[in-house]
């Protein structure tokens, strides 16, 4: 077939690579591609989950690691992988792994800030395919659709401790990451959850508007 010929006989350019192991077993891994590099040539964290790492941009050389036990086993028999994306924000890295754990990095060195079961802290459970939404921060409020019990289906935490500063809804969780609402004024996030989509302000946690819709 010409057609996918052509679409399937290109390549990337590509400056360094990195081998990771395909088979997962007992460790998880996140892949965040096209993060820039700071002015020292520093890559934020590519693999975040059971074991964080930071490369740097330009070689692919390996900064640092951090490990953090990981437990998640899918029921449907695919890979025990991480479904979220890291995100970096001010110099902090925060991730969601699979089993509901919650983690905080420094970029600069992979130091520990905090690390959070959703879980054991919010009975929150992990769905048919684990945990997947990554999180979000706004005004240094890391949001997440977490799926607690007890009011606590979306949840923002204070970025550089962990301290839950808000709870609202008691939605479980979905698959999609909470959003910016767009042309909206400053501040509206959006979350769809399991539930439905939920507009909040990230500040308070206060829900603002909700739309059924069951995912």
Not at 122 to 131: D, S
Not at 146 to 165: C, P, Q, R, S
Not at 183 to 207: A, H, N, Q, Y
Request: net charge negative.
């Amino acid at each position: 077939d010409p057609v996918a010929k052509k679409v399937t006989d290109w390549r990337v350019p590509t400056a360094w690579t990195r081998p990771y192991d395909a088979e997962y077993d007992d460790k998880q891994y996140a892949w965040a591609a096209g993060m820039d590099a700071d002015a020292d040539g520093l890559l934020s964290p590519a693999e975040v989950q059971f074991e964080s790492a930071a490369y740097d941009a330009a070689t692919g050389k390996s900064l640092w690691k951090n490990a953090v036990p990981a437990t998640y086993s899918d029921d449907f028999g695919f890979d025990e992988g991480p479904r979220a994306t890291p995100v970096v924000d001010d110099g902090r890295v925060f991730a969601l792994g699979a089993d509901g754990r919650m983690l905080a990095v420094r970029a600069a060195d992979g130091s520990r800030l905090w690390e959070l079961d959703l879980k054991k802290t919010l009975g929150a459970e992990k769905g048919f395919f684990g945990f997947a939404s990554s999180p979000l921060v706004r005004n240094n409020t890391v949001i997440v659709n977490a799926g607690g019990t007890t009011g606590a289906g979306i949840i923002g935490l204070d970025a550089e401790t962990g301290k839950i500063l808000w709870k609202t809804t008691a939605h479980e969780a979905g698959y999609s990451s909470p959003v910016p609402a767009p042309g909206s004024k400053p501040g509206i996030v959006c979350s769809f959850t399991r539930e439905g989509v939920v507009i909040l302000d990230p500040t308070t946690g206060r829900s603002l508007g909700e739309f059924p819709w069951r995912a």
